[in-house]
């Protein structure tokens, strides 16, 4: 019992950690969000002037440390860091990103790529160390090579299989279909990739137009997409994929070609992984007729026609209104929608669900004032997100969510209980190392119990999550011992 105990008060602080690092954003025009109450509040305070990729990184308590634009890193006071000016941008790259080094609580690796695959830039990393200047940190050592290797401008990071490092992968430019993992330990980023030759070979178009656009991990880490920013000239330069990921080895596999819409850009999945959606952003060579649009792909038959057949137009606007840029999935479980030349964010608010029913809105976030380029926060997804949903509902139900007996050996009764007025409810079961086991839909409302047979789980520490019309309400810890 006591080594049981042990490991419980080991897993517990690093699930905390993975769930606050990004609840605040800065991006696009001086604009920002704070995921600390769940409901994002406008932040109008941030330095970042650039229009496309930005990572924004906070304790393990939510409180700012860091942000950039790849060009310059500012400090939580919002000011250029000691020795924090970067590479030169100006804030067009696609995606930038901020990397913790396992095991530490000061070191962070900035992750910044190449303009539209040309030019001088390489895949370079910057490292920061916190604990110098009084906690407000500083760049150590930057503009180092990772590779000289021409690449896109797409990079996204996961956890690996270890639950402790982290794989961040881009994509190589100039006719190659060469996806580059590079592991990330507590000794530092390797220095060889993991190569996975898998999927299109992306042929250069006018100006490395479509060396933009977005790469994007499910929030499980089993599943990645990868599109590119065509334009209207060139009817061979758009692209857009998907792929599975092994978290354990860093290998890209099962290419899956999807009917896109052309200029595509942003991409993200949704919290349960099953579905898939894009943006475009129309940038180049476009007639003035054309639309930029949000869409939708269920991805959870993984087979390549199914996937197609459910795609779903969630949104269509002029291009000469607004250009659609990054997707990002928040804290809270919905999907954030960068609007260029808008003072909103657009929202999807119930990501899960196929469809027109995902309930995407247009004016989902005012920002204050602040008009939004393409760019939001590029960061290592949660797996579990936070929610305003029946709070008091669940202060007042004490049997909410809870299993008996607590050890159990041969077989555990969860006790639940659903809000009526829920659309769909769901009890996700986890190992320790975060990996989503099981899942049981939850048909009726109000209090009720489920019965889960043990015969297949080894001994150890299990979480179970109850999750309704998309939002995590609550979780809880089941230990199963002989």
């Given at each position: 019992?006591?080594?049981?105990?042990?490991?419980?008060?080991?897993?517990?602080?690093?699930?905390?950690?993975?769930?606050?690092?990004?609840?605040?954003?800065?991006?696009?025009?001086?604009?920002?969000?704070?995921?600390?109450?769940c409901t994002p509040v406008a932040l109008t305070n941030g330095k970042n002037s650039g229009l496309e990729g930005s990572s924004t990184i906070c304790d393990t308590l939510g409180q700012l440390l860091f942000y950039t634009n790849s060009d310059t890193v500012w400090n939580k006071n919002h000011v250029a860091m000691s020795n924090g000016n970067l590479v030169a941008?100006?804030?067009?790259?696609?995606?930038?990103?901020?990397?913790?080094?396992?095991?530490?609580?000061?070191?962070?690796?900035?992750?910044?790529?190449?303009?539209?695959?040309?030019?001088?830039?390489?895949?370079?990393?910057?490292?920061?160390?916190m604990s110098l200047n009084s906690g407000l940190g500083g760049v150590v050592n930057k503009n180092n090579t990772i590779t000289t290797t021409t690449i896109t401008e797409q990079m996204a990071a996961t956890y690996h299989h270890n639950g402790v490092d982290i794989w961040f992968v881009v994509h190589e430019y100039n006719g190659s279909n060469n996806f580059l993992s590079y592991l990330v330990t507590s000794s530092g980023i390797s220095s060889s990739p993991v190569v996975s030759s898998v999927g299109p070979n992306i042929l250069p178009c006018s100006s490395g137009f479509n060396a933009r656009g977005e790469l994007q991990f499910?929030?499980?880490?089993?599943?990645?997409?990868?599109?590119?920013?065509?334009?209207?000239?060139?009817?061979?330069?758009?692209?857009?994929?998907?792929?599975?990921?092994?978290?354990?080895?860093?290998?890209?596999?099962?290419?899956?070609?999807?009917?896109?819409?052309?200029?595509?850009?942003?991409?993200?999945?949704?919290?349960?992984?099953?579905?898939?959606?894009?943006?475009?952003?129309?940038?180049?060579?476009?007639?003035?007729?054309?639309?930029?649009?949000?869409?939708?792909?269920?991805?959870?038959?993984?087979?390549?026609?199914?996937?197609?057949?459910?795609?779903?137009?969630?949104?269509?606007?002029?291009?000469?209104?607004?250009?659609?840029?990054?997707?990002?999935?928040?804290?809270?479980?919905?999907?954030?929608?960068?609007?260029?030349?808008?003072?909103?964010?657009?929202?999807?608010?119930?990501?899960?669900?196929?469809?027109?029913?995902?309930?995407?809105?247009?004016?989902?976030?005012?920002?204050?004032?602040?008009?939004?380029?393409?760019?939001?926060?590029?960061?290592?997804?949660?797996?579990?997100?936070?929610?305003?949903?029946g709070i008091e509902q669940v202060k007042a139900n004490s049997s909410y969510l809870l299993a008996y007996p607590n050890p159990f050996a041969e077989g555990v009764t969860i006790k639940y209980f659903v809000p009526e007025g829920t659309s769909n409810a769901q009890i996700l079961f986890y190992d320790a190392l975060g990996r989503q086991i099981k899942t049981v839909d939850i048909i009726t409302k109000g209090a009720g119990s489920l019965n889960v047979y043990a015969n297949d789980l080894t001994n150890g520490i299990y979480s179970y999550t109850l999750v309704i019309d998309g939002r995590i309400i609550d979780t809880k810890k089941m230990v199963k011992q002989q």
């Open positions: 019992m006591k080594k049981i105990l042990f490991v419980l008060v080991i897993i517990i602080p690093f699930l905390c950690v993975a769930q606050k690092q990004a609840n605040i954003w800065y991006f696009a025009n001086h604009a920002g969000l704070d995921f600390n109450s941008s100006n804030g067009t790259i696609s995606q930038v990103l901020i990397i913790p080094q396992p095991s530490s609580q000061n070191i962070f690796y900035i992750i910044t790529s190449q303009i539209q695959g040309q030019g001088t830039l390489t895949l370079q990393y910057h490292t920061i160390n499910s929030p499980n880490g089993q599943k990645i997409a990868f599109n590119n920013n065509g334009i209207g000239t060139n009817l061979n330069s758009d692209y857009l994929c998907l792929f599975d990921f092994d978290n354990n080895t860093g290998i890209i596999s099962n290419s899956i070609n999807l009917p896109y819409e052309r200029g595509g850009y942003g991409l993200s999945f949704s919290p349960d992984n099953t579905k898939l959606y894009c943006a475009t952003w129309k940038a180049f060579s476009f007639s003035t007729t054309d639309s930029n649009k949000v869409y939708q792909f269920d991805i959870s038959s993984n087979d390549s026609l199914i996937i197609s057949s459910t795609k779903t137009i969630l949104y269509s606007i002029p291009i000469t209104a607004y250009a659609f840029g990054t997707l990002t999935l928040g804290p809270d479980g919905k999907v954030y929608v960068a609007q260029s030349n808008s003072n909103y964010l657009g929202v999807i608010n119930s990501p899960n669900v196929g469809g027109t029913g995902c309930n995407f809105n247009s004016n989902g976030i005012y920002l204050g004032g602040q008009t939004m380029g393409e760019g939001l926060n590029n960061y290592i997804l949660y797996q579990n997100y936070c929610t305003t949903m």
